[in-house]
């Protein structure tokens, strides 16, 4: 089976949960107030961004991005605001900062809650009044430039505990956006899926075209704690150790972690898990049937053909809830 690829602007995926999330981002577009993008590691928050930097009226302008967690506190201070000649040992010549290269655009401040304490203050000060000084300098420079932050922690609690300034943790969450987990958009991940594997297939000469049902429902089921990075380099190792036209389920398995088990449609983590990972049976049975449906392009006989069930079962276990206690016997 070929999946169609759905992309919206470099975000994959039409899930409820993913396209909630961009209507409210395309609304918050148009503004030019301050936003705080949250979401764990790997779920594509600067993708986010740029979609917000792509429909505001500072899109003609620069997008610049920066991890504040990948430098040191002088280093990203220089990179940020720039340094005058002088200013220190190896600054032989003056270099203009991110803050004056964004002038007109946006700049995207990721892992904003490892920024040093001291720059928080100096970004605070540009922010309430667009004004910064570079390192080694005492001239006022000016520009205008929309910041967005993004954590992949609470930022507010990392506030309220004292490990980040209160009053810049207000002024950059004006608005709010977070990105789910890709176990919250599982109906996703066959798309996701395709589009690594073709995209790797192209780049490593490999002949790959589509992902088979059984493969597809054994990707949607792991968790992928790591997100859509861990599924992308699982993509990407895949297309490297095999070959062929399908992405078979064995393929698929050779990439989980090895404490993860398939049993049927579901696979179960062994020896990392804990009672609150446990979802209740119902759920694990409900969600494997729309897996399995959805896989099947909305063909029921043959979902329940893969589940082992008969169709009239499917019919009746859709819409069965948390007070329902009866079971699905797969042979």
């Known amino acids: 089976m070929v999946f169609g690829m759905f992309s919206d602007g470099d975000i994959i995926g039409k899930s409820p949960a993913l396209q909630e999330v961009l209507a409210a981002a395309d609304k918050m577009a148009t503004s030019h107030a301050r936003v705080l993008v949250t979401g764990e590691t790997g779920t594509g928050k600067e993708l986010l961004a740029r979609r917000l930097h792509a429909g505001s009226p500072r899109k003609s302008g620069p997008f610049i991005a920066i991890n504040c967690a990948a430098l040191p506190a002088p280093l990203l201070e220089s990179e940020l605001f720039g340094h005058v000649k002088g200013a220190f040992t190896a600054a032989h010549r003056t270099h203009e900062g991110l803050i004056a290269a964004a002038a007109g655009g946006t700049l995207f401040l990721d892992e904003i809650a490892d920024m040093p304490a001291p720059l928080q203050a100096k970004l605070l000060r540009f922010i309430e009044n667009g004004t910064f000084r570079k390192v080694g300098s005492t001239e006022e420079e000016r520009a205008d430039v929309r910041v967005i932050a993004a954590t992949h922690g609470d930022l507010k609690s990392a506030a309220a505990a004292g490990a980040f300034r209160v009053d810049l943790y207000y002024r950059l969450s004006v608005l709010t956006l977070e990105m789910p987990p890709l176990r919250a958009r599982k109906e996703d991940i066959p798309q996701l899926a395709e589009h ?26 792991y968790p992928w704690p790591g997100n859509i990075r861990e599924l992308q380099n699982a993509l990407h190792k895949i297309v490297v150790l095999h070959a062929g036209v399908t992405l078979t389920a064995a393929m698929a398995e050779s990439v989980l972690p090895q404490n993860a088990r398939v049993v049927g449609e579901n696979i179960i983590t062994l020896g990392a898990a804990s009672e609150a990972s446990v979802r209740p049976l119902w759920q694990v049975q409900k969600d494997a049937i729309e897996t399995a449906i959805r896989l099947c392009g909305g063909n029921i006989p043959r979902a329940a053909a893969l589940l082992r069930v008969s169709p009239s079962t499917l019919y009746r276990r859709r819409g069965v809830g948390s007070t329902d206690s009866e079971d699905i016997s797969i042979s």
Request: proline content about 4%; glycine content about 4%; hydrophobic content about 50%.
């Open 196 to 221: 690594f594997l073709r995209r790797y297939s192209v780049a490593e000469g490999k002949d790959f075209a589509e992902i088979a049902p059984e493969a597809a429902a054994r990707l949607s089921a």
